[in-house]
């Protein structure tokens, strides 16, 4: 099979085209190397492969490097929180023009199958159980909850706490960020190209991804990174509410055999088809900064209190859909993962990049 992956020198994409290699697929690699990711040369591992340094946004470029491929995994994507509001146009711009312009020349090629990189972040809060009513969507945390130290959602109907329970890929879809907001974005544009084309999209919702060549010291950076940072310093990793927040930490090479499982699939049966991308191991991030501390050598973390705006309290991922239609189960696990974190190594940040 040859495959075009887009963002194939990035920390996800990379793995995914050393993994397709690996089983003997070709490899189409294009990365814009984007100077706040990766500096002004190309990572070390994209050596392999032969980078197409060229913009997702380029219909010319793509309508020559589709030539011939059998499918395409969309990696490319500005990732993360960033720093403000005037990050907006540079997220719609990659994720959602990059994505628009990817689809019209996949049509122009006759390519119809895609793997499109989603994300966790699409479900805003998680899925949450009411004593009283059920399964229900959270109130809103509110500032002076938060600044109290009251960081668990309540009931919106009766104010009572609730209990935080695993997120189906049907539960209601509600970005908090300008990240978030590109990525549910991205799974429309593909979702009405499908139904247009006759084309078939599995939309990989990536939890929280960690594992080697991972970008660090950026405003892009993912906590396992951060906290690595900072213990690399001998500083504790800072840890914002109260360290509960649960989330569900997936190891990168098991993201990328998830992707490779979705290009073997059969075609999906509706023209777009989510699937969480997780361990099926949640755990807290205090357990994390805590595990990693410990693997490092490094001082306990420091639980700080505050949350950033647009974060969000529990997001557990179901991970039954990947198995049944995709035979996806994470193999590497939170302690072996994590272990292996404290000496991965990672992306230099643009700063320090050669």
């Not at 993360?80 to 312009?101: F, I, M, R, S």
């Not at 189906?168 to 009405?192: G, I, N, V």
């Amino acid at each position: 099979m040859r495959v075009l992956v887009t963002g194939a020198a990035g920390f996800i994409g990379s793995q995914v085209a050393d993994l397709l290699a690996d089983e003997g697929h070709e490899v189409v690699a294009l990365d814009a190397l984007l100077p706040q990711a990766h500096g002004a040369q190309p990572p070390p591992w994209a050596q392999r492969h032969e980078l197409v340094r060229g913009d997702v946004r380029d219909g010319r470029l793509l309508d020559h490097l589709l030539t011939g491929v059998d499918a395409v995994c969309h990696q490319a994507a500005m990732v993360g929180h960033g720093l403000d509001p005037d990050d907006a146009p540079e997220y719609a711009g990659h994720n959602d023009l990059g994505t628009a312009v990817l689809l019209a020349a996949m049509y122009r090629a006759g390519v119809s199958r895609l793997v499109l990189a989603s994300s966790m972040v699409v479900y805003g809060e998680g899925r949450y159980r009411c004593a009283a009513h059920g399964v229900v969507r959270p109130a809103p945390r509110r500032a002076e909850d938060v600044a109290a130290g009251r960081y668990d959602p309540t009931c919106a109907r009766c104010g009572d706490p609730l209990t935080s329970v695993l997120v189906p890929e049907d539960a209601p879809l509600e970005p908090r960020s300008t990240y978030a907001a590109s990525k549910l974005a991205q799974e429309h544009f593909a979702a009405a190209w499908a139904r247009q084309t006759g084309g078939g999209v599995w939309a990989l919702r990536y939890h929280n991804v960690y594992g080697p060549r991972m970008p660090r010291d950026t405003p892009y950076a993912g906590v396992a990174s951060i906290f690595r940072s900072a213990l690399a310093a001998g500083l504790p990793p800072r840890v914002l509410e109260d360290g509960r927040q649960r989330r569900d930490f997936v190891h990168v090479t098991d993201v990328a055999r998830a992707n490779l499982l979705a290009l073997a699939a059969p075609p999906p049966t509706a023209a777009l088809v989510p699937v969480n991308v997780c361990s099926g191991e949640p755990h807290t991030v205090g357990e994390l900064a805590q595990t990693l501390a410990g693997a490092m050598g490094g001082p306990d973390p420091l639980v700080v209190g505050g949350a950033r705006a647009a974060d969000v309290r529990h997001v557990v991922a179901d991970p039954r859909r990947a198995a049944e239609l995709l035979g996806y189960t994470a193999r590497v696990s939170f302690a072996e993962g994590v272990a292996g974190f404290a000496t991965d190594p990672l992306r230099e940040p643009a700063a320090l990049a050669a």
